[in-house]
């Protein structure tokens, strides 16, 4: 017996409690949005969207509460934050995407038949319940409960504290779509509880929660990587290579390059290190610095790169294994094709990777030794997302080994059973 | 500072000491695996074979040393772990099969063009390094190692204590396969450490090991599944159900029941409960358990049943619950396809369940109700098997969400990658 109260131990069990209720919930509307024909799940996204245009005033208004109570934010963090009349439209025709988008649940992947007759067929199975984690951006929450719903899958979903009310505002349009369609309303929850202790209950949730989808910064998807007992689908970073070979086109190594790395450089696509081969370096080198120079990019060099361009700041070790997600590019001069994947294989994170390169069996070689999810030939690495894959939406880009990797959209977000049909066999 | 020294966390420090070698030559053996073509890794199978074959005594002799040292073993585990020519012969011709096998790794698993004309495809790739955790049977450890090398991962085997000298004595044959095709050896290692630590250092090695296997008892998969913090592909029990419905062909009904309850008890896919339609029980019942009563069966039922067989011994909740592989058999009384999906969700393990009908539109509605890996419609669950479903080999079941559900055979042990083919593209 233990007398005195601990208030950590309290709000765990706390936590603990509401996310059983809240999980036990979205169980029993998993068989029931399992088999939901499409008209339905489209009508509730459509019926959301609507919702989200209609009731834009309390969802502004919340979106303000959250802003005012939290003084203290970054620009940045402060922009993530922030609604206005423009991202709550890009939200409600966000949903009406994905309601235009095929239906992933019961789809035939395979089908075979056996010498004794029995017919196999492989069929795509909503995953279960998903438990999402995310931070500041109230978007992220829409798109994420517009695909799971269209995936089969109930979701419960995690924001950050500060987008408490624009979450709540924004979770009630769903709801309304919810109800407009007939489909339970825990198929899609906003966790009960802003105690930091309900994303460990969450995390503990093996069995309650059939997969996790942290979205955020590098910090909270290691956590969630670390501590989770249920499967995660994520990427803690996006610690991407363009590798310049020895047969590039120049031109085309300028331009690849530039957009790569200087697009957007705070998304997970953009590349952070240039490799680039020595037999190419002193002529290509130069050209490339210069146009990522007037783009306003620095760089962090090996000591190869500095023979031929002193003035570039040295690079460490740890460089190499920084993801600056920054108008920063490190850059290493390589030996060839397997001197590069030595390097990406000491430095990076299984994410994206892209060769340059005329030589056809060089690009070959290159891509089969990656063990990255995505590997790209003559291609910008910001090209790796899941709207440019042709998928419509994401719900992340996955660097694991298991179930999906890259970007995850509504057919990733599927598993399979087996339905095999028989005539009477019995096993001999 | 502790100046006495604590033997567990030796223990556990020798352990994961030893787990870290064996997993980082692991690591560099898989990227040479990887792009092993499939005539390296055929060779490597087939002169393993014929190791296996000409080294026959001194497997045999390694066994007799494991028998001897074990004397208090039951009769059952004893037969597991005894070796003889024929079951030598069995693993060589095991590892011939999977030779015989089409490379799972490169295929083309998708294809599609984008309207700026990217290429992407998607390829199946190895998964990396696997960790196989098993009992006493020597020729698991055989099995695995084939199927992680044709896969393309290479695999650390920790067997049972008792079979130690055995698989010793088979690694070393498997061995002799990987130096005459020119693989690396740490392509399959034997655990170096028999101590049970290295299982819990192996469980911890997220990161090193990409993915854990457990085959086994109910005990062993339950603990890897708890503490594994690497990903698993398991099963922990098989609680297959047999629904008779009331539009069942009674002959086909008694056929398949007999066979999926009786054919052998002891596996997975063996039927542990009988539901039956209301509407069917009286005339079909007597008959069911009549067959099964003069195959040696027993039986627990419910109270509905029991007023149709009065005779039968009364059946607890837990009994419902209770995978016996054995000759008992659960039966209980349902009222139609919803009322059997309830039970099968209340008390299932999501392995296998048969409906026996004639009715398409009950069949239909049972296999989209299930959650389960494996639906049947008029077929024995004992056809849950790899080889059975034309897999030629498996190296287990997994009933788990993510990534492959039912038999895990060569294509369910990969993962993919994209190659996204670009002619120079940027991203606007």
Redesign the interface.
Known sequence: MNAIADPATDAAAIARAALEEAARAARAAA?FL??APRPVKDRALAEAAAALRSRQDEILAANARDLAGAPDLTDAFRDRLTLNPARVEAMARGLEEVAGLPDPV?RVLAE?T?PNG?L?RRVA?P??VVGMIYESRPNVGADAAAICLKAGSPVILRGGRESLHSAAAIHACIADGLRAAGLPEACVQVAPNTDRAFVGAMLAA?GLI??IIPRGGKGLVTRV??ES?V?VLSHAEGLCHTYVHEAA?PA?AR??L???KM?RTGICGSTETLLIDRAAAAALLPQLVADLRALGCDFRADAAARAILPELKPATEADFSTEWLDAILNIAVVDGVESALGHI?RHGSEHTEAIITQDESA?RHF??????????????T??C?GG???FGAEIGIAT????A??PVGLEQLC?????????????P
């Open positions: 068989t399992a088999r019961g075979w056996r029995l196999i199975q995953i279960g093996a059939d997969l990587q670390q007992r499967p086109d085309m331009s690849i530039a957009n790569a697009r294989r690009a891509l089969d030794g990656l063990g990255s999810a995505v590997g790209m030939w003559n291609a910008s910001q090209f997302d440019e894959f042709g694991g080994r298991l179930h990797r890259g598993t399979w059973r087996y339905h095999v049909i028989g005539t009477g066999q019995i096993r």
